[in-house]
Nanobody, 121 residues
Framework: QVQLVESGGGLVQPGGSLKLSCTVS????????MGWYRQAPGKQRELVAT???????NYADSVKGRFTISRDNAKNMVYLQMNSLKPEDTAVYYC???????????????WGQGTQVTVSS
């Protein structure tokens, strides 16, 4: 069984910063790509940022220059540093990871339960 658990969400004023963390646990052989997505009320879930096992990063245009994704392979964690936050960044943020579990040949996409980020004065 694989679990992804996000932390670090909360309420922050516009212009502020937050750092989200996601810990992967379970019977893991290898973690390939990892990422962050978000879903605002009444909207579809959208990509925020992804990072490959080779540290190639991809960002949504709306967060480029403000958010930074990183990973710690030794700890099976992925992070999202969010700076210069705007009210429109308010959403539930989800991490995901493409994971090959012990005894499997192919990776499968797993999701966390999400953490709320609210940007408001």
């Amino acid at each position: 069984q694989v679990q992804l658990v996000e932390s670090g969400g909360g309420l922050v004023q516009p212009g502020g910063s937050l750092k989200l963390s996601c810990t992967v646990s379970g019977s893991i052989f290898r973690i390939n790509a990892m990422g962050w997505y978000r879903q605002a009320p009444g909207k579809q879930r959208e990509l925020v940022a992804t990072i490959t096992s080779g540290d190639i990063r991809n960002y949504a245009d709306s967060v480029k220059g403000r958010f930074t994704i990183s990973r710690d392979n030794a700890k099976n964690m992925v992070y999202l540093q969010m700076n210069s936050l705007k009210p429109e960044d308010t959403a539930v943020y989800y991490c995901n990871a493409a994971i090959i579990t012990a005894g499997s040949r192919y990776d499968k996409l797993y999701w966390g339960q999400g953490t709320q980020v609210t940007v408001s004065s």
